[in-house]
């Protein structure tokens, strides 16, 4: 058993930083050269900040901005969406078919995200039959004009992201398990009281879960903006493969790229101190409640 | 527990709007999937106008040879990353769960590194940098399409199986492997004839998850791809400029079939394996 079996990881370790660690040390070591010319894609002989104060211009910030709302708005409305069907699944729907409620779940996360977006395409777009039929029964004027909007890349990221909210919170749900909930009504507690005070709290983890789970890829998404989202829906991944395609300006694309990095975690990190400090209050009055019970 | 009626009928309408809620909600998932599905019979010569029932978009793949070829590098690109992440990733599951020490939470953390960077932000790195391995170094292999597919698909892959085979394993008692040293096999004997088998499922659910998300990879092909060998998602990426015809619904559909036999099969083997429905759909989501 004193085999060096620490040994077999060095394989993963090797691969992972040839392929996923020098290329983004790279990027980041281009983030503070420049473009040389025409014909050039990036110079790092002299080196500066001036990139990321070019990327910070009103075209950026603008896309920033837009980047932001969908990834808010659309990481919340999956979880209002999500929450209840995961409840459902795990809580209401009869033990023996929650294996295939969960295949249903997983089917459309492992189906081809371009081809699941480009089926909202063809929903979504003017004159789809969404459209005729909705004018046909009188609830629309003209055709759907939401193509190529903010809104339709909301519809697709809600869409898209949906699943990655559900599986973590079924799991949560059904850890907390039948017993405590029982416990809790059996105290008198209303089923609204026991969600509140008993479910949610122990499946605080798996909310989390899948708030990071869909939050974290949807504000690097570049698939539904490009398909769903016209100059209205920009968003920063976009904006990122732009500077390396078809602007060939590597310096100024890595310097969004490493801002797309820094945007997510500082999000993260100011959503976690908000969630702190609102749940302050909370923590002194059940602290207040236990000391003067014992 | 004295009055069940009232218990009953409270939640009950509750309950209802629950259920007709999650209904729905599953409409709404498989609602593009429909649609695509109903696209590649289209006699058309554009996906979203519909014309006539038609099976022309399926013949489309054999008669077209960029489709055709297409439809193969991604077949071709799919069974060698999965081959080559579930060769790692076991190698690194294994140690995980059986050499454990500081060295984990430091391989676990890079791990979800590579799990939660965007994948736009792994696709721009990977260009320059293959770039400048092949070109500015000399080394032609990263010159290779099917090579550049591969790393590119890799990266994830190899996360998914080490987190799915070390979660095998650590739930499994290492008692076994001693027993077999006890017993005079050699390491690699032990590795091979009590290690391997134990993790076997979770190694073929990593393989055949590896596959699927290597067929969906588009984000990096895209940019690491080079031209001769396009893998098809990137196929139907470019071809949103020109107008999405009904063979791309087809070839979908045909994928999508490919995509439930391998979630099918993860589905039975980790069930064979003794998983919990909540078990699967962990490994599933990722770990």
């Known amino acids: ?294 | 527990m004295s009055d069940a009626r009232v218990r009953r009928r409270g939640p009950g309408a509750g309950n209802t709007v629950l259920t007709i809620w999650s209904v729905l909600v599953f409409a709404f998932l498989f609602l593009p999937i429909v649609v695509i599905i109903f696209a590649s019979f289209n006699s058309g010569r554009l996906l979203v106008a519909w014309e006539s029932f038609s099976l022309a978009p399926f013949a489309a793949i054999v008669e077209k040879p960029v489709v055709r070829e297409a439809v193969l590098v991604s077949l071709r690109t799919g069974l060698i990353a999965a081959l080559f992440a579930s060769l790692v990733g076991t190698l690194a599951g294994v140690a995980m769960a059986r050499r454990p020490g500081k060295w984990v939470w430091w391989f676990l953390g890079l791990l979800l590194l590579v799990s939660v960077t965007p994948e736009i932000v792994d696709a721009v790195a990977l260009l320059p940098w293959l770039v400048f391995l092949g070109q500015d170094l000399g080394m032609s292999i990263f010159n290779d399409g099917t090579v550049r597919l591969v790393i590119g698909h890799s990266l994830f892959s190899v996360a998914i199986v080490s987190y799915i085979v070390r979660a095998r394993l650590v739930g499994l008692d290492a008692r076994l492997e001693e027993a077999s040293a006890d017993l005079f096999a050699p390491p690699l004997r032990t590795f091979l004839k009590v290690t391997l088998p134990l993790a076997m499922p979770a190694v073929l659910a990593g393989f055949l998850l590896s596959f699927t998300l290597s067929l969906d990879n588009t984000v990096v092909s895209a940019f690491v791809q080079v031209s001769g060998t396009t893998p098809w998602p990137v196929y139907v990426l470019s071809s949103l400029r020109s107008g999405l015809r009904p063979e791309i619904a087809a070839v979908s559909t045909i994928m999508l079939l490919l995509t439930l036999a391998s979630l099918a099969l993860v589905a039975y083997v980790l069930k064979r394996a003794g998983d919990s429905a909540s078990e699967i759909a962990r490994t599933m989501a990722g770990g």
């Open chain 1, 1 to 294: 058993m004193r085999s060096p079996r620490f040994g077999l990881a060095v394989p993963a370790w090797v691969w992972l930083a040839i392929f996923f660690i020098a290329p983004i040390g790279m990027v980041v070591w281009f983030s503070f050269g420049y473009k040389p010319g025409i014909f050039g894609t990036h110079a790092n002989d002299v080196l500066s900040l001036d990139r990321y104060a070019e990327a910070m211009s009103p075209t950026f910030f603008a896309t920033f901005q837009n980047t932001l709302w969908v990834g808010v708005l659309g990481t919340l409305l999956c979880l209002v969406i999500g929450a209840p069907v995961a409840y459902w699944m795990a809580v209401k729907a009869p033990p023996s078919r929650r294996g295939l409620l969960l295949a249903l779940v997983m089917v459309p996360f492992w189906t081809n995200f371009l081809v699941r977006t480009l089926g909202w395409q063809v929903i979504l777009s003017p004159d789809g039959w969404l459209s005729s039929g909705l004018q046909a029964i009188g609830l629309l004027d003209g055709p759907i004009d939401i193509l190529y909007t903010r809104g339709a890349v909301l519809i697709g990221v809600v869409y898209n992201y949906l699943p990655l909210m559900i599986l973590p919170l079924y799991v949560a749900f059904d850890r907390v398990g039948t017993p405590l909930r029982e416990a809790s009504k059996d105290l008198g507690a209303s089923s609204v009281r026991t969600f509140l005070r008993v479910t949610v709290p122990l499946a605080q983890p798996g909310i989390i879960a899948g708030v990071l789970l869909v939050f974290i890829p949807l504000m690097g998404d570049y698939i539904t903006a490009t398909v769903l989202g016209g100059a209205q829906g920009n968003m920063i991944g976009q904006l990122v493969a732009s500077q390396f395609g078809t602007a060939q300006n590597w310096a100024l694309g890595s310097a969004m790229a490493v801002m797309l990095i820094l945007i997510i975690m500082l999000t993260i990190v100011v959503a976690a101190a908000i969630l702190w400090l609102i749940s302050l209050p909370f923590r002194n009055r059940n602290r207040l409640v236990l000391e003067k019970a014992s």
